[in-house]
């Protein structure tokens, strides 16, 4: 049997038909593979959540500065207004700005306690964070959302920077 685009008896290739699986129904999408730069199927969800929570982190920021003040109750008004102030600009859900409320917040007061634990699927900001396990370290440069440890599959993990 002859390669389907070889040439004919005219010297042209010959037309190609419709692409047929092997149990010959004809192949449906895209005749391409996915290029290796396209991001994985929950690397946009991921990407967009360490965005949203940068973006109450500097809002809270903000708000937090303009208080002038730094005591607990400012705290927590201007962690409130940032979050208000987002899902009414239709930037967060509701049940989004509050799990993201509750990262930033355990975020900000490691700060003042240390022995704090963070776990998979946190979102945490840059800095070192080491494996409870294993003491693996894993440097993070930007807001990131924690994963399982790459050494030993722990999830608890310390700040340690």
């Known amino acids: 049997m002859r390669n389907p685009s070889a040439p004919g008896n ?5 037309p190609r038909g419709a692409i047929r699986t092997h149990l010959g129904r004809k192949r449906t999408g895209a005749r ?10 929950g690397e946009l969800d991921r990407r967009a959540q360490e965005d949203l929570f940068d973006r109450l982190f500097g809002s809270f920021h903000a708000l937090f ?3 002038g003040e730094r005591t607990a109750s400012a705290f927590d008004s201007a962690l409130d207004r940032a979050c208000d102030t987002l899902v009414a600009a239709g930037e967060f859900t509701a049940d989004n700005a509050e799990r993201l409320r509750q990262f930033l917040r355990r975020d900000l007061l490691h700060r003042d ?3 704090m634990t963070f776990r998979t699927g946190d979102i945490t900001t840059a800095g070192t964070i080491t494996c409870e396990g294993c003491g693996w ?23 340690t920077g």
């Open 137 to 159: 370290t894993i440097q993070t440069m930007r807001t990131t959302l924690l994963p399982m440890c790459p050494q030993c599959a722990e999830t608890t993990y310390r700040k």
């Open 32 to 41: 391409s593979r996915r290029s290796g730069y396209d991001t994985r199927p």
């Open 65 to 67: 500065d303009q208080a």
């Open 113 to 115: 306690h240390p022995a």
């Open 10 to 14: 005219n010297g042209a290739p010959r």
